[in-house]
């Protein structure tokens, strides 16, 4: 598989077809391009397990449900980098309910980044402007650089077992 580099609306456009769709990007391009499918030598050879592939699809519809909200109003109304890093805390929250209070434990130097109440926050360190996260019981610090927010957006995500792709949409919406 080749590595493309695209523009953040088309990467976003394509994942959004091709998830309303139901298929792969791959698969999407084919048809738009009118290009018939000649699999890799490899990919002949390849055994698959049920294994990998349910946990191939169970990424791909997390990737593609998350490119869905990015597209959607609950995102897009949002027009400040702290609306959005809100809002992607809080599809979080929704998505990995179950896990979401594991990243209790991130804190930088001084501060702690996410807590249980904005008091926690406050007393960690000065001018953190806690925030409460979207559909949650937790407190997030707000008051810290575009490329801050992206660092503690990145270590939460890794924190919540996301795969690569989906925290780099992540990362790349905070603009």
Known sequence: MRELALDDDVFY????????????????????FQLSRRPPAAAEKAVHTPTAVTQESG??????????????AKFLVHGNVLGKFLAILGWLAAEFEQKFDSILGHSGRKRIYVGRSAKELDD?????????????????VTNNSTEMKRRMLEEFMRTLGCDRPITQMAIDALH
Not at 59 to 72: G, P, V, Y
């Open 13 to 32: 456009y394509v994942l959004g077809r091709s998830g309303a769709l139901n298929q792969t990007p791959s698969v999407l391009l084919r048809e738009v």
């Open 59 to 72: 990424t791909s519809q997390r990737t593609r449900k998350f490119a869905e909200f990015l597209e959607s």
């Open 124 to 140: 960690s360190g000065r001018s953190v402007m806690p925030k409460k996260i979207p559909g949650t019981n937790f407190w997030v």
